[in-house]
């Protein structure tokens, strides 16, 4: 949902009763298009974030210490001069739009105390901070100069007179009126063109609503507003991305998507655009490492395919054996500079025709035909063991694979490059070979069964290893799905019996977090820990089992999961 006039009006309200009368201390510009004012207020220290970027154009309270460059931009500086030791005496929104004001009183120079207006436009790519002396109406400078050749309308520099951004000929959304809003049209976009300070989302549940019905929702929302009692609100689908936040229901992401609220509509944002933007990012690495993983799987079994192909030319290999043992027992027959020789096989006295190198002699002829078989049949054994090396390889990969789709956060995915780095399958990068490696902290999703049993669930191998061989104990039920990638699953039964609804929980878990997760019926096996081993030099996550039975569920992940 875009930053709208509604959501401007909502925190416009919670940062007045907050900021107003507090003092500016300091001022940071972590990056080009971001500052954070620290206010200090009777209720302790305040930050109020603002970036421009266009994806994310927002103005909120925050937490936290982002890094600041090692020396100040020079709108840092003019800011710092400006405003530190000013006071706040209004924080406002500018009618329905975009605009949030903050009016200070500070001294000059001189000594003199002169107004200064601080407006942020949120505006998507025409957002700004601008500066404006309110003596003279003028700029003072702006995060983002906008001169002729970007606007021929209208220009942001320093000394020009600050005029607000052209009106849309719409109709604010505190001033529509009955007729108005019934009038406004049956779908979103008409709502959109005619109705001020909306979003998109927003214009289409007013759309969605009976003509009658509209104006005593844009009451209520606007009454909400002004009386601080709105519930801030996000909605997450169902692979944990944000899909929208707002301070009024939703019903086109209701039913669809998980609601997450809020105390306060600065933490709604923030989690928000935080969670979007990683979400977003994250996405986009899984996507380069699953491109990577899937290429070295592709070559893997284009590797055992080939491998096959030459075991089953080496395993055909008895007709050189008796070849060389025809020509010997047959010497006598042989004449040098023979291309071919028909002679009679002795163990079923058929005639056999045996090729021949015409430039070596009979008797090297026949020591080429046992020294090819004897190649062939050492080819066998090694042959044979590259073809379980390259297998393991590709269980390995198709795990680590499953996992990377699966994974949802970028602090395990980070744990996800390191181990196939570490397993020698990617190359680490130049700044990552040079810094040392973070000591490895298992942290399994955690779950509660319906009994009070905790579950544990590996979000990669190296976790895999670590609840099923260290944090497990023997009697404790180890579960994973039946010849499919996905990750270790153990309930600390604690050596009670664990009831048939518990272990169906857990199976269902294990399918949820494996390849199968969009299937049906998926087998999963379960045994005891004390049943799991771990071959030596067996790559990470891969064990071996016995002593298993095996249940058919539909993947489920029953209910919310944390991290331990």
Same mark, same amino acid.
């Given at each position: 949902?875009?930053?709208?006039?509604?959501?401007?009006?909502?925190?416009?309200? =919670?940062?007045?009763?907050?900021?107003?009368?507090?003092?500016?201390?300091?001022?940071?510009?972590? +990056?080009?298009?971001?500052?954070?004012?620290?206010?200090?207020?009777?209720?302790?220290?305040?930050?109020?974030?603002?970036?421009?970027?266009?994806?994310?154009? %927002?103005? *909120?309270?925050?937490?936290?210490?982002?890094?600041?460059?090692?020396?100040?931009?020079?709108?840092? /500086?003019?800011?710092?001069?400006?405003?530190?030791?000013?006071?706040?005496?209004?924080?406002?929104?500018?009618?329905?739009?975009?605009?949030?004001?903050?009016?200070?009183?500070t001294r000059n120079e001189l000594g003199f105390s002169v107004s200064k207006k601080l407006i942020?436009?949120?505006?998507?790519?025409?957002?700004?901070?601008?500066?404006?002396?309110?003596?003279?109406?003028?700029?003072?400078?702006?995060?983002?100069?906008?001169?002729?050749?970007?606007? *021929?309308?209208?220009?942001?520099?320093?000394?020009?007179?600050?005029?607000?951004?052209?009106?849309?000929?719409?109709?604010?959304?505190?001033?529509?009126?009955?007729?108005?809003?019934?009038?406004?049209?049956?779908?979103?976009?008409?709502?959109?063109?005619?109705?001020?300070?909306?979003?998109?989302?927003?214009?289409?549940?007013?759309?969605?609503?009976?003509?009658?019905?509209?104006?005593? &929702?844009?009451?209520?929302?606007?009454?909400?507003?002004?009386? #601080? +009692?709105?519930?801030?609100?996000?909605?997450?689908?169902?692979? #944990?991305?944000?899909?929208? &936040?707002?301070?009024?229901?939703?019903?086109?992401?209701?039913?669809?998507?998980?609601?997450?609220?809020?105390?306060?509509?600065?933490?709604?944002?923030?989690?928000?655009?935080?969670?979007?933007?990683?979400?977003?990012?994250?996405?986009?690495?899984?996507?380069?490492?699953?491109?990577?993983?899937?290429?070295?799987?592709?070559?893997?079994?284009?590797?055992?395919?080939?491998?096959?192909?030459?075991?089953?030319?080496?395993?055909?290999?008895?007709?050189?054996?008796?070849?060389?043992?025809?020509? +010997?027992?047959?010497?006598?027959?042989?004449?040098?500079?023979?291309?071919?020789?028909?002679?009679?096989?002795?163990?079923?006295?058929?005639?056999? +025709?045996?090729?021949? $190198?015409?430039?070596?002699?009979?008797?090297? !002829?026949? %020591? %080429?035909?046992?020294?090819?078989?004897?190649?062939?049949?050492?080819?066998?054994?090694?042959?044979?063991?590259?073809?379980? =090396? !390259?297998?393991?390889?590709? %269980?390995?990969?198709?795990?680590?694979?499953?996992?990377?789709? !699966?994974?949802? @956060?970028?602090?395990?995915?980070?744990?996800?490059?390191?181990?196939?780095?570490?397993?020698?399958?990617?190359?680490? #990068? *130049?700044?990552?070979?040079?810094?040392?490696?973070?000591?490895?902290?298992?942290?399994?999703?955690?779950?509660?069964?319906?009994?009070?049993?905790?579950?544990?669930?590996?979000?990669?191998?190296?976790? !895999? @290893?670590?609840?099923?061989?260290?944090?497990?104990?023997?009697? $404790?039920?180890?579960?994973?799905?039946? $010849?499919?990638?996905?990750?270790?699953?153990?309930?600390?039964?604690?050596?009670?019996?664990?009831?048939? =609804? $518990?272990?169906? /929980?857990?199976?269902?878990?294990?399918?949820?977090?494996?390849?199968?997760?969009?299937?049906?019926?998926?087998?999963?096996?379960?045994?005891?820990?004390?049943?799991?081993?771990?071959?030596?030099?067996?790559?990470?996550?891969?064990?071996?089992?016995?002593?298993?039975?095996?249940?058919?569920?539909?993947?489920?992940?029953?209910?919310?999961?944390?991290?331990?």
């Amino acid at each position: 949902m875009a930053f709208d006039g509604t959501v401007t009006a909502a925190m416009a309200h =919670e940062l007045s009763d907050l900021l107003v009368q507090g003092k500016i201390d300091r001022v940071h510009q972590p +990056t080009q298009e971001e500052l954070i004012l620290q206010i200090h207020t009777r209720q302790g220290n305040r930050k109020l974030y603002a970036t421009i970027n266009p994806a994310s154009a %927002q103005v *909120r309270l925050m937490t936290g210490s982002p890094l600041n460059p090692p020396a100040p931009s020079p709108f840092c /500086m003019l800011l710092r001069k400006h405003l530190i030791g000013g006071r706040i005496t209004d924080l406002s929104q500018k009618d329905c739009e975009r605009i949030l004001e903050i009016t200070l009183e500070t001294r000059n120079e001189l000594g003199f105390s002169v107004s200064k207006k601080l407006i942020f436009e949120i505006m998507g790519k025409h957002s700004n901070i601008i500066l404006v002396d309110l003596t003279t109406g003028k700029i003072v400078d702006s995060i983002k100069r906008v001169g002729l050749g970007e606007s *021929r309308i209208r220009q942001i520099l320093p000394g020009l007179a600050y005029a607000y951004p052209p009106s849309q000929n719409k109709v604010p959304f505190r001033d529509a009126s009955a007729q108005d809003l019934a009038q406004a049209g049956a779908t979103g976009k008409a709502v959109l063109s005619r109705i001020g300070g909306v979003s998109p989302a927003l214009a289409r549940e007013i759309a969605s609503a009976a003509p009658e019905e509209r104006k005593s &929702f844009l009451d209520h929302l606007t009454e909400s507003i002004d009386a #601080g +009692t709105f519930t801030p609100r996000v909605y997450v689908d169902e692979e #944990g991305v944000p899909r929208e &936040f707002s301070i009024v229901p939703l019903r086109e992401y209701e039913e669809t998507c998980r609601v997450q609220t809020f105390p306060s509509l600065s933490e709604a944002v923030g989690w928000y655009f935080e969670h979007r933007a990683a979400t977003s990012r994250t996405h986009q690495q899984a996507r380069d490492l699953i491109h990577t993983v899937s290429g070295k799987l592709d070559k893997l079994r284009l590797k055992e395919q080939r491998l096959q192909e030459d075991l089953a030319e080496a395993e055909d290999s008895d007709h050189l054996r008796l070849y060389g043992e025809l020509l +010997t027992a047959n010497m006598h027959l042989l004449k040098s500079g023979l291309s071919e020789i028909t002679v009679t096989n002795y163990y079923d006295g058929q005639p056999v +025709t045996i090729p021949l $190198d015409p430039r070596f002699s009979p008797n090297k !002829n026949a %020591q %080429q035909y046992f020294h090819r078989y004897g190649k062939a049949k050492t080819a066998v054994h090694e042959k044979k063991k590259q073809l379980e =090396e !390259n297998e393991k390889e590709i %269980q390995y990969l198709e795990s680590a694979l499953t996992l990377l789709e !699966n994974t949802e @956060d970028e602090k395990n995915l980070d744990l996800l490059r390191q181990e196939l780095v570490e397993t020698g399958f990617l190359k680490p #990068g *130049r700044q990552a070979s040079r810094m040392k490696k973070p000591h490895f902290k298992a942290a399994p999703l955690v779950y509660t069964s319906p009994h009070g049993f905790r579950v544990l669930v590996g979000r990669n191998n190296r976790e !895999n @290893d670590a609840i099923t061989l260290r944090m497990a104990a023997r009697t $404790d039920l180890w579960l994973h799905t039946k $010849d499919i990638p996905g990750s270790h699953v153990i309930v600390e039964t604690k050596g009670q019996e664990l009831p048939a =609804e $518990d272990l169906f /929980m857990a199976a269902s878990l294990a399918a949820f977090h494996s390849k199968a997760r969009q299937s049906q019926n998926v087998p999963v096996d379960y045994t005891e820990v004390r049943h799991v081993k771990k071959p030596s030099g067996a790559k990470p996550g891969m064990v071996i089992f016995t002593d298993n039975r095996t249940v058919y569920v539909d993947p489920k992940e029953p209910g919310p999961k944390k991290e331990d």
